[in-house]
Nanobody
Framework: VQLQAFGGGLVQAGGSLRLSCVVS????????MAWFRQAPGKEREFVAA????????YYADSVKGRFTISRANAKNTVYLQMNSLKPEDTAVYYC????????????????WGQGTLVTVSS
């Protein structure tokens, strides 16, 4: 199983980006997926998660109302639409997979992508 995240880049505050994460293998449709992020000098933190059918989504308070997680099971892809970006959103964003229910806990995820850098300038 491999996860490949892409779509990061440099954007001005108030702008938008959409991250994508493609999952190889046949497990995607039975996997809950999540995005985490890690800013320089900080611990990795939960951003958003989505259930395996996409019916349930969860967000960190810091991104609620600005970010939207979604998935396309036919494409083995999970997305993170990020709007109204702030400088404090600057981080490396990682997608992750779990065979359990959606979780905000880092330890519940068994496969991780390589990360994609998002930089928000003020």
């Amino acid at each position: 199983v491999q996860l490949q995240a892409f779509g990061g880049g440099l954007v001005q505050a108030g702008g938008s980006l959409r991250l994508s994460c493609v999952v190889s293998g046949r497990i995607f449709s039975i996997s809950a997926m999540a995005w985490f992020r890690q800013a320089p000098g900080k611990e990795r933190e939960f951003v958003a998660a989505i259930s395996w059918r996409g019916g349930n989504t969860y967000y960190a308070d810091s991104v609620k109302g600005r970010f939207t997680i979604s998935r396309a099971n036919a494409k083995n892809t999970v997305y993170l639409q990020m709007n109204s970006l702030k400088p404090e959103d600057t981080a490396v964003y990682y997608c992750a997979r779990t065979g359990f229910v959606s979780s905000a806990s880092y330890d519940d995820y068994d496969y991780w992508g390589q990360g994609t850098l998002v930089t928000v300038s003020s």
